[in-house]
């Protein structure tokens, strides 16, 4: 098991409508980070601000792109101190990052499912 190369895989498919966050989360939001609870409506995550519509990514997603000659994308978080726990508990199953393509596993991984599974718990 690799460690994270911040691929983006799972939030670029999650990011966009499969998120939700508790309502402890959005009360804090609320108080001390407006600019995340911005996003919020009707206790769901993430809406335009200003029109209101559903965003189809996470607003908070951000990307670089590093040097040639690989000119790979590394994507991190803006607002990764408090971010949703949706996304901190990511990756927590063998079975769905073989599913999201996740580019933490490798082959032998992918042989024993059952050592790859121990292997993320104890990475937690
Ligand atoms: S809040 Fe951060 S970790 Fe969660 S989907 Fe958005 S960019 Fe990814
Ligand atoms: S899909 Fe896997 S390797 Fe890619 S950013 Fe998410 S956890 Fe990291």
Redo the contacts with the bound molecule.
């Keep these: 098991m690799k460690d994270c190369n911040q691929c983006g895989k ?2 670029i498919k ?2 966009g409508g499969d ?1 939700a966050a508790s309502q402890e989360e959005i009360d804090l939001w609320e108080i001390f980070n407006p600019e995340i609870f911005d996003y919020v409506k009707k206790n769901e995550i993430w809406f335009d601000p200003k029109t209101g519509a559903k965003l189809s990514r ?1 607003p ?2 951000e990307v670089t792109t590093e040097n040639a000659p690989t000119a790979v994308n590394i ?1 991190t ?4 101190i408090n ?2 726990e ?2 901190r508990v990511y990756p927590s199953l063998i079975t769905e990052m073989i599913k999201d393509d996740c580019e933490m596993i490798e082959i032998t991984d992918l042989n024993n499912l059952d050592q790859a599974q121990t292997l993320i718990e104890n990475k937690g």
């Design positions: 799972c939030c999650y990011g998120l996470c908070f997603l994507y978080c803006s607002i990764y971010r949703p949706d996304c």
